[in-house]
């Protein structure tokens, strides 16, 4: 996928984030796009930016986790544009908090979202994909999806499953011959909604979470993020790692293996007894 224009753009979780401005910047490269979120208010400012930039929008609201309705959702987009070039599987939501705190329910939502939607819009609009001849998958897992940390088990099961998923996926194609290429997308702390929209269990402090994430975690902005991921895509990378943590880290864990889990255990019980 060297250039966009002209081509059929879905992107879930285009509301906020890195989906808002994944679509803005294809939007001014030419592309024509399916827009899609939960969230109606986020979605029209999307929709708004991406018609002053110029470019053919069909917006809807859709949940990722509702498969019957995400299956409906492809069949409308491909009829609506009579091809599907580029699905970027982009929604997502988080949670903190840890195994013995956590109910059932809170990994199950996250689970939902994250990895079934992938699964969903992966599945649904696969068959449109490879019939435009010219396609392309983008998921989105996390540096999450590389290493575990304590308090991301939620999270963590969900990214590193949509890498396994699409790793597999990427070589499905090639065994198959598919014109389609796949990409796996990891991002370290970019500056987004997703920590100020996640819910906690335990005794941890949503807003206190939100705060440390904003002010310690996240370097990157989601523009950047979202020029890093077109031009992933542009090379057809099998993983687009977003951000010198994600690159930093990624190098790590494959140098040191398993021992990783070793430091990063004692810097969250050090940095929790700083924090009381
Ligand atoms: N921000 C980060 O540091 C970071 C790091 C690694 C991975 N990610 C991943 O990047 C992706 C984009 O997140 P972001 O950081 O831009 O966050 P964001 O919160 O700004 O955007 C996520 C969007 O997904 C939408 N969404 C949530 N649940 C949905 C559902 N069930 N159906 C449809 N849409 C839904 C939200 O309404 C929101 O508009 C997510 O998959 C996230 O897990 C983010």
Known sequence: MKDFRGKVVVITGAGSGMGRDIAVKLAHRGARLAISDVTPDGLAVTEKLVREAGAEVHSQLLNVAEREAVLTYADTVAEHFGVVNVVFNNAGIAHHGEIERTEFKDIERVMDVDYWG???????????????????????????????????????????????????????????????????????????????????????????????????????????????????????????LVGTDAKILDIAVRLVASKYQWVSAKLTGWAMSKAG
Request: glycine share 8%; hydrophobic share 45%.
């Open 118 to 240: 992938v699964v969903n819009g992966t599945k649904a609009f696969l068959p449109h994909v490879i019939a435009s001849g010219d396609g392309h998958i983008v998921n989105t897992s996390s540096l999450f999806g590389l290493l575990a940390e304590p308090g991301q088990a939620a999270y963590n099961s969900a990214k590193f499953a949509v890498r396994g998923f699409t790793e597999a996926l990427r070589q499905e194609m090639i065994v198959a011959k598919h014109p389609v290429q796949v990409s796996c997308v990891h991002p370290g702390g970019i500056k987004t909604a997703i920590a100020r929209n996640a819910t906690v269990s335990g005794d941890h402090d949503q807003k206190a979470t939100a705060a440390l994430f904003d002010r310690y975690l996240a370097r990157m902005t989601s523009e950047d993020a979202a020029d890093v991921i077109i031009d992933g895509v542009r090379k057809n990378k099998a993983r687009i």
